[in-house]
């Protein structure tokens, strides 16, 4: 079987992998607030149930942002063979929109709306003035995120294609 006619036969079961890339983010992204929130004034200012309502928001903001960039990225680039083809056009699309919306979201959360605010000990990326870790966390989380419910997947066809 030749590698087209592979790609045309083969079914992905993407609504799994895109269920498996939810689960994988909301971990990722929690992990990620938890261990980024002392580098904003709340971990200073704020209490213990202010930290936490603050974890849990921006996980769940961080989740809506990472479903609308993949689907957004899947709609622009990705086609009925995602994500046996295109797998990282798809990934390079979604981690833009979502560098590109934390960069918004930056300026407009703590310049526009002072909705919080950096601590001292929070590295800035000079030129765009928004703090590094939240820039390294949407490449970082989603790329995870993808990879490993993208090779769930692979290993899961490679295991069913072994028994025939």
Known sequence: MTGATFLENARPDWV???RRYVLFSAAGH?????????????????TWGEIG???????GGDLLIAMSAMLLALFLVGDATWPL??????LIVAL???????????????????AWAYRDIMPVV???????????????VPTAAYFAAIGTASTRRADAGAGR
């Open 85 to 90: 083809a295109r797998k990282y056009k798809v």
């Open 96 to 114: 833009v929109f979502g560098i590109a919306y934390t960069i918004f979201s930056e300026w407009l959360n703590i310049v526009i709306r002072a």
């Open 16 to 18: 799994s992998i895109l």
């Open 30 to 46: 929690l992990a990620w607030e938890t261990g980024h929130i002392p580098l904003y004034t709340i971990w200073v200012d704020g």
């Open 126 to 140: 000079p030129v765009i003035d928004a703090g590094l870790t939240p820039l390294l966390q949407w490449i970082v």
């Open 53 to 59: 309502f603050a974890i849990v928001h921006c996980t």
